[in-house]
């Protein structure tokens, strides 16, 4: 049976931010994991005079590593080139291009492999370049909601015209959009079998990022550290316990969390702190970006199971935290997101720093919130920090509000 369908275009919310950087700055980049819809978006973009050419093919990514000015002159702007991470000597020969004939939006680029892709970047095309970071499906995009909305902030106007458009917000529905995740092949149906796309979405993920960005030479030790990793989405990282699970060096657990974070497959949550405390834990949460993945290598069989499982509220936490991480990098933003929690074990799920103020998010798996589920956003008060409206993001179907200080929003109004 032919598992792959008939490909039709959904809008993304980064159009508008891909058109205004390609208006300004001579060259763009869009980033983001594999199979996310980079190159897609890009096309969609692009008017007929625009070449393609991908350094996937063997031979131009030969040509473009050794005799880059060549390459240039065989595919000059405009050009989208794809996969430019294979070739990070184009880098300097771009630069001189640019520099000569500053034209915006001359030179389109995809990439994955975070880290040493904006390595090349940084080194070469500072201040000509536009950088933007693309995941996979926003619940939104994959119900083709109206996606020109505001980051998501709790309170104001802002989260009201989310909320004109929202999902409705079901236990079982909410659980089938984590379990099924956000790669535009199984939203689309273009892929139907999620099991088959996961399997082979990580043996190419195993086969060439991991070998690319470290040279990992037991890709099963990897695979293992892999499961591992998902098995804590939602939790505090701890580097010790995970390095012993899988029977490697503290060292090697970071290096290869850092292969995780740079190839976009987890988002390290940085703890909100102030220098004056010593009462406050600084180390990060993991959440992985794709929590269809995450139920994959944690072994889920459905979403009936993983609902009823042990994971339960630490995927849905991770599942919100990526779509408000999406509603921001979707727009071209940069949020400052982070988390909370003291040595006495309170915590806020989710921290979001805009103009000054502190936003609290708490995540939770009920349809039933009370008053004294939003009580430990007083706890950034008591830190000095000046607060905005808080939310507790739920599965309960209607917008309420708690007191004074938050509400709780349905879930699906992300």
């Known amino acids: 049976m032919n598992n792959i369908r008939n490909y039709v275009y959904h809008s993304r919310a980064l159009e508008l931010a891909c058109r205004q950087a ?47 000015p060549l390459f240039l002159q065989r595919f000059p702007p405009p050009v989208l080139i794809d996969e430019v991470q294979y070739a990070p000597e184009l880098f300097p020969a771009i630069k001189y291009l640019v520099d000569r004939n500053p034209v915006p939006g001359g030179i389109w680029l995809t990439g994955s492999q975070s880290f040493p892709l904006m390595k090349g970047v940084s080194e070469s095309l500072s201040g000509r370049v536009a950088i933007l970071n693309l995941l996979g499906f926003s619940a939104r995009e994959a119900d083709r909601r109206p996606a020109d909305m505001p980051a998501f902030l709790p309170g104001g106007m802002a989260v009201e015209k989310r909320g004109s458009s929202a999902a409705p917000t079901r236990l079982i529905s909410t659980y089938e959009r984590i379990w099924r995740g956000s790669f535009p092949a199984l939203v689309t149906g273009q892929i139907y079998d999620r099991d088959l796309f996961y399997r082979s979405y990580v043996q190419t993920y195993l086969q060439r990022d991991v070998r690319d960005l470290l040279k990992v030479g037991d890709l099963n030790a990897f695979m293992r550290f892999l499961k591992a990793a998902a098995a804590r989405t939602g939790q505090l990282l701890n580097y010790t316990d995970l390095a012993r699970d899988c029977a490697v060096s503290v ?19 940085p703890a909100w702190h102030t220098n004056l405390s010593k009462r406050l834990y600084t180390t990060p949460k993991l959440h992985f970006l794709d929590t269809g993945l995450c139920a994959y290598l944690t072994e889920w069989s459905s979403p009936a199971t993983l609902e009823a499982g042990a994971m339960s509220g630490a995927i849905l936490e991770s599942f919100v935290v990526g779509e408000v991480l999406k509603s921001w990098w979707h727009l071209g933003k940069d949020p400052s997101l982070y988390h909370y929690r003291d040595k006495d074990g309170r915590e806020i799920d989710l921290v979001i720093a805009h103009d000054g103020r502190l936003y609290p998010v708490e995540i939770k798996k009920a349809a039933t919130v009370r008053a004294e589920d939003a009580r430990a956003f007083a706890l950034l008060t008591h830190r000095g920090a000046t607060v905005g409206k808080g939310a507790v993001l739920s599965l309960s179907p209607n917008h309420i509000p708690l007191d004074r200080t938050a509400d709780n929003l349905p879930i699906g109004w992300l």
């Open 22 to 68: 390609a208006d300004q700055f001579p060259v763009l980049l869009l980033t983001g994991p594999r199979q996310v819809g980079k190159t897609s978006l890009l096309e969609h973009l692009r008017n007929p005079e625009r070449s393609y050419v991908t350094l996937d093919d063997m031979n131009l990514r030969a040509l473009a590593k050794s005799d880059p």
């Open 251 to 269: 060292n090697t657990a970071r290096n290869w969390m850092a292969v995780l974070e740079a190839s976009h497959q987890v988002y390290l949550l």
